[in-house]
């Protein structure tokens, strides 16, 4: 199984980013996609989930109306955009994939995760 996340970078406060995740070796048009960070000497957060029925979704409250998850079931892909980024945005972002039987902002019900990719807002 492997989830590659990728799109980080330096940003200015008020601009964008688009986050992808590519999964493979799991069914991915089952699984729940979800997106958490962790910034520097602070626990991971959790920041959005997207079940596989599409209409499953949640955000965390820090990022809500600012981020959209979405996903390509044909394309094994999750995507976040970020927008509005806000200095307290910077961190390492993962991708992480699970079977849980709806969305859920629990990082104990996702078995998969990726690398990470850093998200730096700054001017």
């Known amino acids: 199984v492997q989830l590659q996340a990728s799109g980080g970078g330096l940003v200015q406060p008020g601009g964008s980013l688009r986050l992808s995740c590519v999964v493979s070796g799991v069914p991915f048009s089952n699984c729940n996609m979800g997106w958490f960070r962790q910034a520097a000497g602070r626990e991971r957060e959790f920041v959005a989930c997207?079940?596989?029925?599409?209409?499953?979704?949640l955000y965390g409250d820090a990022v809500k109306d600012r981020f959209t998850i979405s996903r390509d079931n044909a394309k094994n892909t999750v995507y976040l955009q970020l927008d509005s980024l806000k200095p307290e945005d910077t961190a390492v972002y993962y991708c992480?994939?699970?079977?849980?039987?709806?969305?859920?902002?629990?990082?104990?019900?996702?078995?998969?995760w990726g690398q990470g990719t850093l998200v730096t807002v700054s001017s």
């Open positions: 992480a994939a699970g079977a849980y039987y709806s969305a859920t902002a629990n990082p104990l019900h996702y078995g998969y």
């Open positions: 997207m079940r596989w029925r599409r209409s499953d979704i």
